[in-house]
């Protein structure tokens, strides 16, 4: 198994309904599906890269390389873990978490996307408070940052449910057009005020020294 060698394939995140992890081979080819089946409107783009803008086909591909990429380029200096999110046993998308110096700025990152059936449901909410579970309570961040286009309501949504607080504007080129994001910030304090969704971290301290902690939580 993987995770004789790479002790983050044994790490689990799980709520009431999800279970986030990193996906093996056989869960990736999975993950890939659901990226090439959609994850958003094609009307407008959430991303301030583009990667949607494929087809179907190049879709799978990129998520599968993308996952992979970052198992390959993982530091405990500068690391990205890109989580499956499972509903009922499928694979319904993705979870990132990344972090640049985690062991001195002790914040992080987060970033997601979810197969378009699976919309609306309220997972979105409940994938990301797992990742914020993990960062906060398993690994002692003191803060998380996001951003989201002004115009996604949907991500803006679950960042103020989940305590973020806004941290200015941000503008990117998209489709050859300028675009603006709210960037947000969530600190530790606010995040327990707003803790609602039931968390439990499994394996997690075989990955301690990967993520650059070691057994220390802060």
């Not at 408070?129 to 949504?157: I, Q, W, Y």
Request: glycine share 12%; hydrophobic share 40%.
């Amino acid at each position: 198994m993987e995770e004789h060698v790479w002790p983050l394939y044994a790490l689990r995140i799980t709520t009431p309904r999800l279970e986030l992890g990193l996906p093996g081979l056989a869960g990736l080819a999975e993950l890939a599906g659901v990226a090439a089946g959609g994850v958003h409107d094609e009307a407008r783009m959430p991303f301030t890269v583009p990667w949607t803008d494929a087809s179907p086909r190049e879709r799978e591909q990129a998520t599968f390389q993308h996952v992979l990429g970052t198992v390959a380029a993982w530091r405990p200096e500068d690391w990205t873990l890109s989580l499956a999110v499972r509903c009922e046993g499928k694979v319904v998308g993705r979870q990132d978490v990344s972090a640049d110096h985690f062991a001195v700025t002790r914040e992080a990152q987060t970033g997601s996307w979810l197969g378009l059936p699976h919309h609306g449901r309220g997972i979105g909410t409940e994938m990301r408070a797992a990742a914020l579970h993990l960062v906060f309570e398993g690994l002692g961040a003191r803060s998380v940052t996001s951003a989201a286009m002004t115009d996604n309501p949907a991500s803006l949504r679950v960042s103020q449910k989940l305590g973020y607080r806004d941290d200015g504007r941000a503008v990117a080129a998209v489709r050859g057009v300028v675009r603006t994001l709210r960037r947000l910030r969530l600190e530790r304090a606010d995040w327990e005020a707003h803790r609602t969704v039931p968390v439990e971290i499994h394996g997690l301290e075989r990955c301690r020294d990967l993520f650059g902690v070691g057994g220390d939580t802060g």
